[in-house]
């Protein structure tokens, strides 16, 4: 998968962008504040509908401006080498294109340009709130699986009449049985696909941390539903745990409705369910949240994103197009070795960003072919 061209119109500080993209490595350099992590973000808007940084259309759209355009030609195996994408928005609509013709559903639209993003605060996946780790599995689902979207959205939809219901001073006992036989059977479609995701992502991590550093075991990272008290002591890990069935699930939570059914008329909000899983990582053994050092952390974070290259690799047969946001400046000397190899040895097209252009990076320049650097400036780019 590749982005060849980019194109913008009132995207954050650039009225207008036109960017030629090159296949392997493209770097873009320029000081704080000028508008690098903007590039990337556009193409990751593009190709997922939503931003990296967890802020709405409006804050994406230029001071003073109403209508914003994000255009791009894409290859891709299954579609061909030019195929086009589009997205427009203003104040009161949305409008997406393929190939020129206007798209009325966004599952439609995605699972055409994949992207996968690591920036400056990817490490604080590990030690934030659980919103941010339950996103990142389901940014990538929906990648994998457009119709995953439809799947959430209809589990949110059945959560939201649940939390209705609760909010009222006696809930009517019929209807939320109802909306509890719903809230279950969606919610353990949900928590499955999760689960299997996780799972086959340990494979990769698996490998990935014999390879680089010497022990299978080193990185897991957990799947911890939400099934009450007690249920995310150990999480669902490797594959020694055996295949955890939607059925399965499903018994674990209905039993957890009724074990928090009390406390939920009390709260008046579901307490338990996919909207409030997490998702853990264990580092030799350990909790990496508690017992990491910020180094580790940071390691952990890159090889989980090569990990997710992998698996959408193993699974689309292409790999995502890879955005590295600041990234040198967060790893240290020995972990910076790692990223080199990445970049050497990746198939995937990346977009790396730098405050300026490093002896290292010269030198990558010289050693990885087809590789364009970019300088930004006060929203504007040249090559």
């Known amino acids: 998968m590749r982005l060849r061209v980019l194109q913008a ?16 490595l493209n770097i873009l350099v320029g000081d704080n504040g000028q508008g690098k992590t903007n590039v990337l973000e556009s193409i990751h808007v593009l190709g997922q509908l939503r931003s990296f940084r967890g802020v709405g259309r409006a804050e994406l759209t230029c001071w003073g401006e ?10 891709h195996p299954a ?18 294109k393929v190939q020129g013709h206007e798209i009325s559903r966004t599952l439609d639209y995605l699972g055409r340009l994949s992207t996968l993003v690591f920036c400056a605060d990817s490490a604080q996946l590990v030690k934030g709130p659980p919103q941010e780790r339950r996103r990142l599995v389901d940014r990538a689902l929906v990648s994998l699986q457009p119709a995953y979207l439809s799947l959430l959205q209809r589990y949110h939809l059945v959560l939201k009449q649940r939390n209705q219901l609760l909010r009222g001073a006696k809930p009517d006992r019929p209807s939320l049985e109802v909306w509890n036989a719903k809230f279950v059977e969606l919610g353990a479609d949900v928590m499955h696909v999760r689960c299997g995701y996780l799972r086959r992502l340990n494979r990769q991590l698996m490998r990935l941390s014999d390879v680089k550093l010497g022990n299978p075991t080193a990185l897991q990272k957990l799947y911890q539903p939400a099934l009450g008290r007690g249920s995310n002591d150990q ?4 594959e020694g745990d055996g295949v955890v069935s939607k059925a399965d699930l499903a018994q674990r939570l209905t039993a ?3 074990t928090v059914e009390r406390d939920e008329l009390r709260f008046h909000a579901s307490l338990v369910g996919p909207q409030r899983d997490d998702v853990g990582f264990r580092w030799r053994g350990h909790d990496l949240r508690s017992y990491g050092s910020q180094g580790e952390q940071r390691l952990a974070m890159f090889l989980l994103l090569v990990a997710m290259q992998e698996d959408v690799e193993s699974q689309l047969g292409m790999p995502p197009v890879v955005l590295l ?13 790692l990223l080199w190899e990445f970049l050497h040895t990746t198939p995937a097209q990346v977009f790396l960003t730098g405050t300026e252009l490093t002896p290292e990076l010269k030198m990558l320049c010289a050693e990885v072919s087809e590789t364009q650097v970019w300088t930004v400036e006060a929203g504007t780019i040249c090559q």
């Open 325 to 337: 946001d600041d990234m040198i400046s967060e790893l240290d000397r020995q972990r910076r070795d």
């Open 235 to 238: 999480g669902i890990a490797g």
């Open 9 to 24: 119109r009132n995207f954050r500080n650039f009225a207008r962008l036109e960017l030629a993209c090159g296949p392997r």
């Open 66 to 75: 109403e209508v914003v355009s994000l255009k791009g030609v894409v290859e």
């Open 79 to 96: 579609h061909g080498e030019g195929l086009t994408l589009e997205a427009a928005w203003d104040p009161q609509r949305r409008v997406l």
């Open 256 to 258: 957890a409705l009724a």
